[in-house]
């Protein structure tokens, strides 16, 4: 029709007229993928632009980021708050519109997107929590959760391996509210894609479980729209839509060339561009016909209106279950959360168990998932060691309808990953993007570099998601190198915002946990050990929560004020304590400092650092990692590792790498005779 026409080609002079004014950007995938936004966006996407945060709207990824002049438009014209001026803005300090979009940046964006496959992967975790919170909250007569995830994906995610751990789980979890349309454009910024990338696509999808369409030619909106009407009614199964489109469609010379993909078109090309689409306005200058055709707003809320009305009834009829579905969208912790949390610490303290971080986290965990239905765990494939599941959380599952089973009345709240480290990840980004849901995922440390991508992207985005990540060091023993994290905590340690927590006993573990909990706008990972740990003495238990605390002075071994600091993590706090104790019997008084998180400890005021940290004092950090790290803190000397490990028992290793009682009592005495010289 006439104004569908209008409408896409209004989306492709936005993104040619931006992208040329920012002289940096991607307008061949706006340009190419126009028609299928208008059939989306206009015809089946629930949504409301007075209310990006509407409960029981579609979610829509663009999981091709760099084509983020797509989304730009779009929420432009259906009339989300963002003016022209933002567009004209595109990719300039402090817009609304940067290059890749940035949720919490621009209204209506949904996630940040931009590193290939991540948004895919988003999407899936958004349509897992839609369906779970859909099985928990539904009654009867009263479906308030019920929605899409649409995502708009193209040739890049599809080639990052990511793109097949998330889609291969969509179809095991029989996500049938998810449908996702490839733009099948055949183009990359190297040039045509067939000489690296011959897959069949279909083919593929297929064999994960996936209901494939197509492929339909991306430029017919009617097709487009009958595809998703199709989509719409999967049962069981998600669903691809393949469609085919030309980059840069409407551009004479650029069109289907990999300089669409990357560049601007040009003052020349745009100008053949406009002649060739019949588009007779200056830049920026759009019709008034299109913002009529375009608009959105009425119709979105009269569909939240209608929600709302929906949902009274249902706050009649089940008043509790309302309540406690406004508090999880919200992100709200339980009424009893803090009463929770000390009891969990509390106990701790008083059992003082002799037992692995690892398990310290699931003796936390106990508590914390029966108190708090939205937390929703998992591991890749390693449960019986990360030990993330608890007697609140079976295990996820689905019938062959795809419908959630229930295990003694309980949806499953404990996810199989299966060996997908970085799927998981993502995944857990994706479910805490949609809310509900707070996730937590467990792995080995080391493995951590296949997730980190996607950790990094939880601290961007500022969302609570939590990392178990277990095996925490030369402590793994016999596995050897490979599986031996070294480097892994001062490397997580540098991603901002993200919060790491390597406790060293039971009650620190429970305290890790609990902060994490309240971390409403940051990730989490938790470090943890294999190995027993003998609990830690503690004469208060407060300061533990803010990243480091005098553990034990010299006083508690009858020695006199300290002439230095030890400062210890996990596993190493008991060789400072034992180091504590040897130095005493030869008159060397020193403190012993647990930092279980030193990102906490860093964000604390000044006061308090110098309180545990005496300026004056000699610093001799203890970790059985990489030495670089701690010479932040003005350290004279720390008893690390900075070679990989080696295949032994985990004894054996500690005594070879240096991480015993003698060798820190050692560094201590060399650190002092060397300050008297």
């Not at 006439?2 to 340009?31: C, E, K, T, W, Y």
């Not at 696509?201 to 097709?223: C, L, S």
């Not at 012993?592 to 004056?616: C, H, I, N, W």
């Not at 003005?634 to 070879?656: N, Y």
Request: hydrophobic letters at 40%; glycine letters at 8%.
């Amino acid at each position: 029709m006439a104004n569908d026409s209008l409408m896409a080609n209004a989306i492709r002079a936005l993104a040619m007229d931006a992208v040329q004014q920012a002289n940096s950007g991607h307008p061949g995938a706006p340009m190419g993928m126009a028609d299928i936004a208008v059939a989306l966006w206009h015809r089946h996407l629930r949504h409301n632009p007075k209310n990006p945060h509407w409960a029981d709207r579609d979610r829509f990824v663009l999981s091709n980021g760099h084509a983020s002049m797509l989304v730009y438009a779009l929420l432009h014209l259906t009339g989300y708050d963002l003016p022209l001026g933002e567009l004209k803005g595109f990719r300039q300090l402090h817009s609304k519109t940067p290059g890749h979009p940035e949720v919490d940046v621009t209204p209506g964006v949904e996630t940040t997107t931009g590193p290939l496959g991540q948004g895919v992967t988003n999407a899936v975790g958004m349509a897992l929590a839609e369906k779970l919170l859909a099985a928990e909250f539904n009654r009867d007569g009263h479906s308030i959760v019920d929605h899409h995830t649409y995502v708009f994906l193209g040739d890049g995610c599809l080639m990052e391996g990511i793109s097949h751990e998330a889609c291969a789980l969509a179809g095991a979890w029989k996500l049938n509210k998810l449908v996702a349309v490839y733009d099948d454009n055949g183009i990359s910024i190297d040039g045509q894609v067939t000489p690296w990338f011959i897959d069949d696509t279909a083919a593929r999808f297929k064999a994960y479980g996936w209901n494939v369409i197509g492929p339909v030619d991306g430029h017919d909106i009617e097709a487009v729209s009958r595809a998703i009407a199709d989509a719409r009614r999967s049962a069981e199964k998600p669903t691809l839509i393949v469609a085919k489109t030309h980059i840069g469609k409407g551009s004479p010379n650029r069109a289907n060339t990999a300089k669409a993909h990357g560049e601007p078109l040009g003052a020349d090309e745009i100008k053949l561009t406009r002649t060739a689409l019949g588009w007779a306005h200056q830049p920026f200058e759009l019709p008034k016909g299109v913002y009529e055709e375009w608009d959105a707003r009425a119709k979105g809320d009269a569909m939240e209106a209608d929600w709302d009305k929906r949902f009274a009834a249902y706050r009649a009829a089940h008043p509790e279950l309302a309540s406690e579905f406004v508090r999880r969208m919200k992100g709200e912790l339980p009424k009893d959360f803090h009463q929770v949390a000390v009891d969990a610490t509390i106990a701790a303290h008083t059992k003082a168990e002799t037992v692995a971080s690892r398990k310290a986290s699931q003796i936390a965990l106990e508590a914390f998932t029966a108190a708090m239905p939205e937390l929703l765990g998992g591991s890749a494939d390693l449960t019986g060691s990360n030990l993330t599941n608890t007697k609140s959380t079976p295990p996820l599952r689905f019938d062959q309808s795809g419908d959630v089973v229930m295990t003694e009345g309980k949806i499953g709240r404990h996810v199989n990953y299966g060996v997908r480290e970085f799927g998981m990840a993502a995944i857990m980004n994706g479910v805490a993007l949609h809310g509900g849901f707070i996730p937590y995922g467990g792995t080995f440390l080391t493995f951590s570099d296949y997730s980190r991508n996607a950790i990094r992207m939880a601290a961007l985005m500022k969302r609570r998601v939590i990392h178990v990540f277990t095996h925490d060091s030369i402590g793994l023993g016999e596995d050897g190198p490979t599986h031996q994290s070294i480097e892994h905590a001062a490397s997580l340690r540098l991603i901002p915002r993200l919060d790491v927590w390597r406790p060293g006993d039971t009650a620190e573990t429970a305290v890790a946990w609990a902060v994490a909990l309240q971390n409403a706008d940051r990730p989490t990972a938790l470090l943890l050990s294999r190995q027993n740990l003998p609990y830690a003495p503690k004469t208060d238990l407060g300061d533990i929560s803010r990243g480091a605390y005098v553990l034990a002075e010299p006083s508690e071994v009858g020695a006199e004020e300290p002439l230095a600091v030890l400062i210890a993590t996990g596993s190493e706090v008991q060789l400072a304590l034992k180091a504590q104790e040897e130095l005493a019997r030869q008159g060397i008084s020193v403190r012993v400092v647990s930092m279980p998180s030193t990102t906490t400890f860093d964000r604390q005021d000044r006061e308090y650092k110098e309180s545990v940290l005496p300026a004056g004092l000699p610093r001799i950090a203890v970790e059985a990692g990489v030495t670089d790290f701690w010479w932040k803190y003005g350290c004279a000397a720390v008893v690390g590792i900075d070679s990989f490990g080696e295949s032994a028992p985990a004894g054996a290793l500690f005594e070879h790498f240096g991480f015993t009682p003698d060798n820190v009592a050692d560094t201590v005495r060399a650190v002092l005779l060397k300050q008297d010289e």
